[in-house]
């Protein structure tokens, strides 16, 4: 692989197009933790909304992205990413600011479909321009901090939630989402819309790259769609670490989709402990995304398998805790609270590795459509997780349902931790699993 970097090879904080890239991701993700506190409230605790209501929220959220995913990966692949990015966030301005006159659940539903249609357009173009401004030897570096950002806006977000609802309201909440998209695509047309990294991977991929003298070879679309499927089939470590972790989000969504519901167990509770336990999960994450790359000593498959087990074995103990301590005291509270950091850290174990490895491993020309594709597996667990929960729940109440995800994500974890490794090629592991989610991004 040859690479001509045009914009300079040190600190990637020199590297001016990452630096902007970064600051609007940050406060697009901002944004996007306001609007999801803001509906999971709405929903939830203010509507009082059934389980299957809240399982059809999530659903609406997600199914966009599986119908879709591996469509809008060719379109970031076949169609300028900066310009891509810029369209989706001006609509996702226009249709976060209809939150505001929702006033009934299927008009909630309606909005979380069309914004998640622009949601999965704007994800493989990111990804797509993060190879094409950041250099291959960076890689690991650049996806480390975009993931540090991701979760320190999962801090953020929720406590400023916190404080718009409790003083202004909702409404509020669905403003400064509508105004972080608007900052967002302003701030992205500072991006080169051209490509700086030039890299030559037409051996690798068929696929015949643009570059200042030439034009990219045209192909149907649909052709260009499957492209990233046999892409994936062709790296077993990135194909068989997705199909792995796709299992471990489909079981962590059988409780995860029914927080608001197991909340509402406990008597008198605080519309903001929502909010302060996704933050303490984001502080989790947050730690586990900064000692991914330091703690060099454990593969991808260990880091993998002890961050599900850890999440499997603190979803089972919370839904135990409100089991067995069923008062919203602030003992409980707090207990609640350090769990969800703990389930964070567990999280940001089982993601952060396969999100370095895919970025190493997809050649640049084929980023949309792999990331599309990634996209479209994970949100069939995203998608299946919370109907199998609603199930759960309406058949057995919200803390079997919680114990039953902690007890396969444990089991799930040891299965990783037993898994022999292959061999090794470079400083990457073979044949362990390692991965990253989806969240509508997702984005």
């Known amino acids: 692989m040859t690479n001509s970097i045009v914009e300079g090879q040190g600190e990637l904080k020199q590297n001016r197009a990452f630096v902007t890239l970064m600051i609007s991701q940050a406060i697009s993700n901002l944004g996007d933790w306001l609007h999801l506190l803001a509906i999971l409230t709405l929903v939830g605790l203010r509507w009082n909304a059934t389980p299957w209501e809240i399982t059809f929220v999530t659903l609406s959220a997600a199914l966009p992205i599986l119908l879709t995913g591996p469509f809008a990966g060719a379109l970031a ?8 990015m810029i369209i989706a ?35 493989p173009a990111k990804n797509g321009k993060l190879k094409e401004i950041v250099p291959h030897h960076q890689l690991a570096q650049a996806v ?48 080169p819309g051209h490509r700086v990294i030039q890299r030559v991977d037409s051996d690798v991929t068929g696929v015949e790259e643009e570059t200042a003298g030439s034009t990219r070879v045209k192909q149907s679309f649909w052709k260009e769609t499957l492209e990233g499927i046999r892409m994936l089939a062709s790296l077993p470590r990135v194909g068989t670490s997705l199909l792995l972790l796709a299992a471990a989000i489909l079981f962590l969504q059988f409780a995860d989709s029914q927080t608001v519901i197991l909340f509402r167990q406990l008597p008198g509770i605080s519309g903001d402990l929502l909010g302060w336990c996704v933050a303490a999960s984001g502080v989790g994450t947050l730690i586990a995304a900064m000692s991914v790359r330091k703690w060099k000593t454990a593969g991808h498959g260990l880091k993998m398998g002890l961050g599900t087990a850890v999440t499997g074995l603190v979803i089972g103990t919370a839904g135990l805790v409100v089991g067995v301590w069923p008062s919203a005291g602030m003992g409980a509270q707090l207990l609640l609270i350090s769990l969800f950091a703990m389930a964070g850290a567990g999280i940001g174990f089982a993601v952060v590795p396969f999100q370095i490895l895919l970025q190493e491993q997809t050649p640049e020309p084929m980023t949309g459509r792999v990331f599309g594709t990634v996209g479209s597996v994970m949100t069939t667990s995203n998608i299946l997780g919370p109907v199998t929960g609603g ?13 039953c995800s902690g007890i396969l994500l444990t089991l799930l974890g040891v299965l990783y931790l037993l898994k022999k490794p292959r061999a090794k090629t470079g400083h990457m592991e073979v044949g362990i699993p390692a991965q990253s989610v989806a969240p509508g991004e997702v984005s």
Not at 77 to 84: I, P, Q, S, T, V
Not at 106 to 119: A, E, G, T
Not at 145 to 166: D, N, T
């Open 77 to 84: 692949d076949r169609l300028n990413r900066k310009w891509l």
């Open 89 to 123: 966030d001006g609509a996702r301005i226009i249709i976060v600011g209809a939150f505001i006159f929702a006033d009934q659940i299927w008009h909630i539903y309606v909005l979380l479909i069309l914004k998640s249609l622009f949601d999965v357009m704007f994800s």
């Open 144 to 191: 480390s901090i975009s993931s540090v950002i991701e979760q320190m806006s999962k801090i953020i977000g929720p406590a400023l939630g916190g404080l718009l609802v409790a003083g202004f309201g909702i409404t509020w909440c669905f403003v400064m989402d509508a105004a972080s998209f608007l900052i967002s695509g302003i701030i992205l047309l500072w991006i």
């Open 391 to 403: 199930l759960l729940v309406t058949s057995f109440g919200v803390i079997p349902a919680f114990i």
